[in-house]
């Protein structure tokens, strides 16, 4: 996983210097020509869930999954607006994929552009021969964009999502039993290119 990350860092070095075109790399993302944008992003996420199990308690676990994105936004005045497709690499019988759309507000005008951000998404969780557990998630975010120069930038950033995923049953031995994803908190990068 940690592997994914740094191959992911050297691809975005690597872009990085051989697109900078020009060396108009001081380029605010107030300040540039900028109208929409795609980016490919990865980074790791961790989920805190809790399970219930009415015969002995409350158990509580967080999961540390390294995931991987897609997205496309559109700036506007001193913001962005942004739909995103995430997939999780997790264990070979679980898939989790998740769509959302968010705005990011842009702080300031320099070259180190800080924003903070809201999100709405829907979360889809399958297990094989389990429940799907698909839900809404919301929250906010903080980061910043690093213009490379015109057509790229180096987007980092951190979200911290609550969801209303969860799956109740009564096991085969009577007990009820709960499961829920509380809360998801994602740290990442990307890079963009902009059009």
Do not use: C
Not at 39 to 62: H, N, R
Not at 140 to 154: E, H, M, Q, S
Request: proline content about 2%; cysteine-free.
């Amino acid at each position: 996983m940690k592997k994914n990350i740094v191959l992911a860092g050297l691809l975005a070095l690597s872009i990085s210097l051989s697109a900078n075109e020009s060396n108009d790399a001081s380029l605010s993302a107030n300040e540039s020509n900028r109208d929409i944008f795609i980016g490919l992003g990865i980074g790791k996420a961790s989920f805190s869930t809790s399970y219930y199990d009415s015969s002995w308690g409350t158990e509580e676990d967080t999961e540390k999954e390294t995931y991987f994105s897609l997205k496309a936004g559109k700036y506007i005045d001193n913001g962005r607006i942004i739909v995103s497709y995430t997939k999780y690499d997790t264990e070979s019988y679980v898939d989790i994929n998740a769509l959302a759309i968010e705005y990011d507000y842009f702080i300031g005008n320099s070259d180190f552009q800080p924003y903070i951000g809201a999100n709405i998404g829907y979360s889809m969780l399958s297990i094989d021969n389990g429940p799907d557990m698909d839900g809404l998630t919301y929250g906010v975010g903080i980061g910043a964009l690093i213009p490379i120069n015109k057509n790229f930038d180096v987007d980092i950033g951190l979200t911290y999502n609550l969801s209303n995923q969860n799956h109740s049953e009564i096991d085969s031995y009577g007990d009820d039993i709960e499961l829920d994803i509380d809360s998801i908190m994602h740290m990442g990068i990307a890079i963009n290119y902009n059009f």
